[in-house]
């Protein structure tokens, strides 16, 4: 019996793994317990931006742990400072709350819109049909797919779902009651679906014309994923606040909620917090992860983005099973005409470790550190398994 076997009742049954135990990593590959070697398209499911072993994300890592892991949000710490300067400068809001997890940040946007709304009594928020913004009551509850609220019984009131890229869907359900809408760019589980850039625009002008707060949820595609530090630039529409985790501080757990002042201001002390959020090794990792970013991997997934995008289009020519091959940057998915599990299996006995999104979708997030030549290899081994 191998040693996952063995080990894995003492597991809550959360997840459909793979039969494999991953023991390092370095650069764009992983390694299993026997030695096994995979080309890395997954990054942990967009969260390993940096890949594997990165000298400045380790020194920092280690450095910091030397120094201080924890200490209550209740003290200052230069780590946390340093970064929430990089993030404002590196975009157009003006204040940062740290937290833990991407479903964490969508928390903070539920909130704060109730909070931002109170004093004219709206509490009403809209997000759109198969989204996914979390596990979290309040996230799953926003996200626009029923199978994840199954069995849940009562979920967080006034929230409405619209069609995505249906601006009249959402039109047709703005009220005198609505306070904020939330959006991902692209939706990520729902089947890497981008937004049309019109879209977004008319949804703009619509809570600019009604002081609707309109927040983004960058959680997977943001933080330099789509060939811009902030996934809302790649489309030239301002939100009033953005959402991230996943990325940002290279695989150590880090949430981020991001906003302009007119927003952030509605949160005072008390009103929200989090033990670990922004904690001192949390924070020391995103600010090497923002250097080494802005340090040419942010063209790095422009350009390399632009690659793989082609190379999956020429897949396409080649097998008629692919019916789709849509995204933005490093966040591609293809739409098979079948199941992608077994495809994806095949992929990984082969080298190459994919993750889907819906049934029939295969995703491709691969470090932001990914190169012409990794994508290369990594076609060859998914025309191997298709």
């Given at each position: 019996m191998n040693s996952f076997e063995e080990k894995s009742k003492y597991i809550m049954n959360t997840y459909n793994r793979f039969p494999i135990i991953l023991e390092k990593g370095d650069g764009m590959y992983v390694y299993d317990e026997?030695?096994?070697?995979?080309?890395?398209f997954a990054a942990g499911i967009a969260v390993n931006s940096l890949g594997y072993n990165n000298k400045k994300l380790t020194d920092a890592i280690k450095n910091q742990s030397e120094k201080l892991l924890h200490c209550s949000n209740l003290?200052?710490?230069?780590?946390?400072?340093?970064?929430?300067?990089k993030l404002v400068k590196l975009g157009d809001f003006d204040k940062v709350f740290f937290c833990?997890?991407?479903?964490?940040?969508?928390?903070?946007a539920l909130k704060i819109c109730r909070k931002y709304g109170s004093e004219s009594e709206r509490y009403e928020i809209i997000t759109m049909k198969h989204s996914f913004h979390g596990r979290t009551f309040g996230a799953v509850t926003a996200t626009g797919q029923p199978h994840y609220q199954e069995g849940l019984g009562e979920l967080l009131p006034?929230?409405?779902?619209?069609?995505?890229?249906?601006?009249?869907?959402?039109?047709?359900?703005?009220?005198?009651?609505?306070?904020?809408?939330?959006?991902?760019p692209i939706q990520g589980e729902g089947g890497i679906i981008p937004a049309k850039k019109e879209f977004l625009?008319?949804?703009?002008?619509?809570?600019?014309?009604?002081?609707?707060?309109?927040?983004?949820?960058?959680?997977?595609?943001?933080?330099?994923?789509?060939?811009?530090?902030?996934?809302?630039?790649?489309?030239?529409?301002?939100?009033d606040a953005a959402a991230m985790a996943k990325g940002i501080a290279g695989g150590v757990p880090m949430g981020v909620f991001i906003a302009k002042e007119k927003l952030a201001k509605s949160f005072k002390p008390g009103d929200h917090a989090s033990t670990f959020g922004g904690n001192p090794l949390a924070a020391a990792a995103a600010n090497a992860v923002v250097d080494e970013?802005?340090?040419?991997?942010?063209?790095?997934?422009?350009?390399?983005?632009?690659?793989?995008?082609?190379?999956?289009?020429?897949?396409?020519?080649?097998?008629?099973?692919?019916?789709?091959?849509?995204?933005?940057?490093?966040?591609?998915?293809?739409?098979?005409?079948?199941?992608?599990?077994?495809i994806i299996a095949r992929?990984?006995?082969?080298?190459?470790?994919?993750?889907?999104?819906?049934?029939?979708?295969i995703r491709f997030v691969p470090p932001l550190i990914v190169s012409e030549n990794d994508v290369d290899i990594a076609i060859s081994i998914l025309e191997n398994s298709l």
């Open positions: 026997n030695g096994k070697k995979y080309i890395d003290y200052w710490t230069k780590p946390q400072l340093e970064l929430s300067e833990n997890s991407g479903a964490e940040a969508i928390e903070s006034n929230i409405k779902y619209a069609e995505f890229n249906n601006f009249e869907s959402v039109k047709n359900l703005v009220n005198e009651k609505t306070c904020g809408i939330i959006i991902e625009q008319n949804l703009r002008e619509l809570c600019d014309k009604n002081d609707i707060m309109l927040i983004f949820d960058e959680v997977q595609c943001g933080v330099g994923r789509l060939g811009t530090f902030f996934a809302y630039q790649r489309f030239g529409v301002v939100p970013l802005k340090n040419g991997l942010i063209d790095n997934a422009y350009n390399v983005g632009e690659y793989l995008g082609n190379a999956l289009k020429s897949l396409k020519s080649k097998f008629s099973s692919i019916i789709d091959v849509r995204g933005v940057g490093l966040m591609y998915g293809i739409e098979l005409d079948k199941p992608a599990a077994p992929a990984i006995e082969n080298g190459l470790l994919l993750v889907g999104a819906g049934k029939n979708v």
